[in-house]
Structure formats: structure tokens, C-alpha cells
């Protein structure tokens, strides 16, 4: 039932009321379509957890398959999309040579009718024979469309204000977008730029831990040079994926002027081998010239609306009171410390 028109209406019992089909109906119908609407209005569409789209781990099926990992995703209808086990799917051969193909791992949401019963009573007169499915069973099934069927379904969204549902991917929720190379011999890729994350609970956020200066506090020169080796460096509690440049890692200083200018680095600031740890290396000339540095404030700031953990959220970043680990529950913000160097 998808039709949110009949959410809007549900029984009123008395004594003696005459119950029809259509009457047992309605207070589940009604049930759900505000359930769903909840669903759509408060909280939005995308993946819940898990989910996450990987090569088959056998060789032998690396090249042309792909598994699925049980999650949970919810569609622009609102519709829970439960994927109780890891499922395998094969990829499409791609059609013809020197382009790249594309195509899109997606999560569609299907009621299957089951357990088929005798109709021992129809209205229509009787029918040897005919059975009736007793339940429907809510099924999320993955499919994998070419880029013009996934195209075709972001054309047929629906435009009717708030109440009526806009879906950009059709009904669909995108788990990734899989690219075979034009030149043969080349594996394909897994791109998870297309996949969409509803907020997730604080508790699986990933957060700022630890910096490696005192916030709001004093360092000495020689310390930041020979104790912290001219490097800043932040600790996260979980594993990034990807977000950590010169433009999301920044660090400024105030001048003799009083005005803030950027410190440059020796290398674009960037992550550790164990991906949870940043790190900005100070540039060696512009340290040399203390002068720029000694008895200034150093302002540190990390935008976290751009940095994304292992789970493709981004991290929870917004340093309350200065205390760590950071966050107020909502994925992204900006991280922003200080110290003086005296």
C-alpha cells in the first residue's frame, strides 16, 4: 500500500457494526501510511547501516561479480528495505568496447503475496478452485540497472509539494555505481559516491578523540618542534575513507598586524597508514621564521562536513565546550581549536 491518500482516515467502532473486508483493512493501512510518512518527512531516504557493495571474494567470481552486505535502507516512500542476509549478484557483460560502462547496484522495495489459501466465500459467486494469498511479505531485492534505466527512473520522480513523496531515484535506493573500464583486461571499479546515508545514531558516529597540542593552552617553540616534530596531528575513533586535503585541514596564525594568514605545509596534510590519524607537517621555511609564529595564536579548523569515515558518513566534528570526543550527535560540522606559541 503506497497510496498515502487513505492515511487520513481509519475506523470508528460500535456496537453492531457490520465489518466488511475493506473495514479490517483500514486501520492497517492507516497505520503504516503515517508510519511511512514519518518515515519520509522526519528522517528522509537512504541507508540506514550496512549495505555496503564489495568485489566477490572468490577470484574466480572477482571479475564479474559483486556481494551485498545486509543492511537496512529506507525509500523515498518511506518504506523500510530490510536485507536480512549478504547476497551475491552478477554483474551485466558490458556492451561493446572503448567506453566505459557503467551500471548502478540499487535496492528496490517488493511485496510478495504468499501461503495461498482456499476461498471458501466470494462475493463474485463461487469459483472451484480459487485461492487467495494469506499474508505479504515486505522483500528488498538488489537489482543492477544500466545508466539509461537508472536515468529513466530519475526522470519519473514525482514534483506534488511535501505531503506527495519526491523521488529522485525513482523508488529506488542506490548502493553504488560499478564501472568496467573500456580497455579489456581492466577490473572494474566501485564508486560509493552514489550512495545516500540517513543520519546515523551518535553512538555510530565517528568522532575527534585526541589533538596532539594543548586546546586553548600554551606550547613552547621548541616543543612544537622537537616534541611534536612541526607536525599537528588529530585522532579519530574510527577508520576515514576520504576528506583529508589542504583545503578541509587548515591552520592560520595571527600576524603582527593581528590579521589571520594561512601556515603553509611541507606536504598536503593527509592521513596516516592507519587512516585514523591527520596530519599537518608545518612547512620548515615558515617555521624557521618563528618570528611569524612565536607569541601568536595558532587557530586549527577541520571541516568535517567533508570528511567521511569507513561507513561513507562524515565525521561528527563539532568541538562543544572543547571537550573530545567531539560532536553534538549530527554528522559534519566544523572542528576548531587554538593554542598560543610563546
Known amino acids: 500500500m503506497t497510496d498515502l491518500r487513505v492515511a487520513d482516515e481509519r475506523n470508528r467502532y460500535f456496537t453492531g457494526k457490520y465489518m466488511a473486508p475493506r473495514d479490517f483493512m483500514a486501520d492497517p493501512d492507516y497505520l503504516l501510511a503515517r508510519h511511512r510518512m514519518h518515515n519520509r518527512l522526519l528522517h528522509g531516504w537512504g541507508i540506514v547501516t550496512g549495505l555496503q557493495v564489495r568485489r566477490h571474494p572468490r577470484p574466480e567470481c572477482a ?25 551475491a549478484v552478477e554483474l551485466p557483460p558490458p556492451a561493446g568496447t572503448g567506453d566505459d560502462h557503467e551500471f548502478f547496484v540499487c535496492l528496490a522495495y ?8 482456499p476461498v471458501l466465500y466470494h462475493e463474485n459467486g463461487c469459483e472451484p478452485g480459487r485461492s487467495e494469498a494469506n499474508r505479504v511479505r515486505e522483500v528488498a531485492t538488489v537489482q543492477v540497472l544500466t545508466a539509461d534505466e537508472f536515468r529513466r ?10 505531503h506527495r513523496p519526491a523521488c ?8 553504488a555505481r560499478v564501472v568496467f573500464p573500456g580497455r579489456h583486461g581492466k577490473p572494474f571499479r566501485i564508486d560509493r559516491r552514489v550512495r545516500r546515508h540517513l ?8 568522532h575527534i ?7 586553548g593552552g600554551e606550547i613552547t617553540l621548541s616543543d612544537l618542534d622537537r616534541v611534536l616534530g612541526r607536525t599537528l596531528e588529530i585522532t579519530f575513533d574510527r577508520r576515514l575513507r576520504r576528506g583529508i586535503n589542504g583545503h578541509t585541514f587548515v591552520v592560520q596564525y595571527r600576524n603582527l598586524q593581528d590579521d589571520l594568514e594561512f601556515l603553509r605545509y611541507r606536504v598536503p596534510p593527509q ?23 612565536r607569541n601568536n595564536e595558532v ?13 561513507d558518513v562524515a565525521v561528527d566534528g563539532n568541538h562543544i565546550g572543547g571537550r573530545r570526543p567531539s560532536g553534538n550527535g549530527v554528522p559534519g560540522g566544523t572542528f576548531e581549536s587554538w593554542f598560543r606559541v610563546v
Open 110 to 117: 517488493t511485496e510478495r503475496p504468499i501461503e495461498y489459501v
Open 153 to 162: 527512473h530519475q526522470r519519473h520522480r514525482r514534483r506534488d509539494g511535501c
Open 271 to 293: 592521513l596516516t597508514g592507519d587512516r585514523r590519524h591527520a596530519r599537518f607537517v608545518i612547512n620548515d621555511a615558515a617555521f624557521d621564521d618563528y618570528r611569524n609564529l
Open 199 to 206: 543520519g546515523s545514531r551518535p553512538a555510530r558516529l565517528t
Open 168 to 175: 529522485p531515484c525513482g523508488h529506488l535506493v542506490p548502493l
Open 63 to 87: 571479475d564479474r561479480w559483486v556481494r551485498v552486505k545486509a543492511g537496512i535502507a529506507v525509500d523515498c516512500l518511506g518504506r523500510e528495505l530490510v536485507l536480512h542476509r549478504d547476497e
Open 209 to 215: 578523540a585526541k589533538v596532539n597540542w594543548p586546546h
Open 299 to 311: 587557530l586549527v579548523t577541520l571541516k568535517c562536513d567533508f570528511v567521511l569515515d569507513c561507513h
